[in-house]
């Protein structure tokens, strides 16, 4: 089988596109850990602007509103997430018209599949990250989602903080949004140094005593709360660490 | 700065109010202000009761001159008292946001002076909230009964949400257990506000507009001897005449000791069966005669929409691919996420059983009631059926709804 490699970025996965159109049997995927079998074919996709563009008027000419999904699609931290698009995209030009709501369509149950997981969790960490307030009074939000959606959270603080400086830290990715009051920029960002405001403990300790004392102790349902706050996300919430 | 010890009283005076709903409301942001409204509504935590944590559910104070019997803050009971300034209120919420702890405020307080002074203050602080501290998230205030109309009426063009908790379900219960309200002290600022909510959207108003997320109610279940059929009669009349946004239902807990109450409480699953049916009555186009007769209480085996199946198993089963969506929504087991995909589904071609499978229906209990391009999985054996749709044992039913079923919904329609 001939598997094309790109480098993670939208306009390459484009590119292999373009590329595996011609193949009757391929796989595109950015996973390093990809582990080729003796009969495999590498083959190594660098971008090419040219090619990109005739595949999205392709896509375009079909279901305009297409493209955006398979970007997002493409931040997601699941491997097979370009085979998944590769596929969602022939069988849109298979069909030759919007197929987002095919849900009879095995490609298309994946595919919005992995787009759920990716605003869910979108969704989910507009509640679950945490800022802690520096001594300039900036705040930073370090944290660690499945998918890669710093960018996507961006817009909806920067709204909601109005002038405030923010960062919001993805550690697994190394990656991170910071805003200046303003306007806001995608760094690329290993360790980050903060000191904390004076305020900060109190605040977080309060917050904790309020999260210990709304709970009806006598009605547990723990299951509910791992459900709808699945442990992974524990380690940057203070009110699941001890007063 | 606030004491651990007073937010710590405080909160816990507040937290039987079931609501936490932060949803409803498009605020926006000005440069310089903090907060913004997201109107799906957004769950900042959750507790290891299973509950959502939105908003920072606190009493301006639990110091009550009010006796209602069935409330550890009432006059006569023997506990630790204490208030918050409105200045302390705000700092706590600023603080609190900024750090995304929180969606926004849900404000109560005990009545400890004068109705008027009592809401006065609590006007003072949600004025302070948006003005001084320029604070545009959610705020949730609840409405002090017997408070000056016109000091409402101004609170009600700060706030997003407003509630006047109707406490039990029939008149005479109210004057048992809670003999300082009356029927018109909670009924009559309802129908102003709504007079009020109506009056802007007809004419358009956008600036302060009155409650832009509406008004809700609760009332305590199981204190007092109504039926669940009453209790839905009053739901559907409330959505009805007052246009409320939602009616939350808490199950009584005997925090107090008390010769007119019962000496236990109601249990999750009354309280789960009222919620079931209540969503039946405002999403799935049933009415409370088709679910629950006056005198009679819902089924504890059966989920409200099973048990009505059960009842009209001639109307069934219905084929999938023809049937449309208000049908559809009858279905035992198919929700209205279900049914949409259904709907948008079979427009590309028909669908057969495996599909529909793929598709993620459940069809453990619909099975019984669909046919598929006219085939039938299920069995003319009512009492196999029966056994299928019981709810007990298996734990396919989750004993909690109080934030999921709202999420799944505004992911169906896109928004409120
Ligand atoms: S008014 Fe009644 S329910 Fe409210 S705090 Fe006072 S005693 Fe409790």
Redesign the pocket.
Known sequence: MKIFITDNTSKCFFTAVYYAFAEKNCLITSDSALQPTFDDEIKLVETDEEKVARVIKKINSYDNSAAESINLILKSGDARKEQTAFEFIKKLIEYKRPIGTAYNLTEVVLFNELIYKITGEIHRIKGLLRFTECADGTLYAPYSPDNDITENLMPHFSARLGGQKFIIHDLKRKKAGICNGAEWIIYFADQAEIKLSENQKIFETLWKKYYKTINIEFRPHEKQMKNSMPVRYWKFLPEKHDL | MIETDKLEILTA?AKYDVSCSSSGSRRKNFSGGLGNGAASGICHSFTPDGRCISLLKI?MS?D?????E??????SADVRRASLTPDEICELVINFYKRNYIEGLFLS???FDTPDKTMELLYETVLKLRKVYLFNGYIHLKGI?HADETLVMRAARLVDRMSYNI?LPSESSLKLL?P??TKQSLLLPMKNLKYAITYDKENKIRKNRALPAGQTTQMIIGASPETDGQILKLSEALYGNMNLRRVYYSSYVPVVQSSKLPATGAGLLREHRLYQADWLLRFYGFTVDEICPENQNLSSEYDPKCAWALRNMHLFPVEINRAPLEVLLRVPGIGAKSAYKITEARRFAPLNFEQLEKMRVVLKRAKYFITCKGKFYGTDNISQVKTALLTNGNGTEQLSLFSAPEISLFALSGNQ
């Open positions: 005076g009493l639990n009550c001159l009010f006796d209602c069935y409330c550890p803050n009432r006059r307080s005990a009545v009964p406490e809670a300082q309200k």
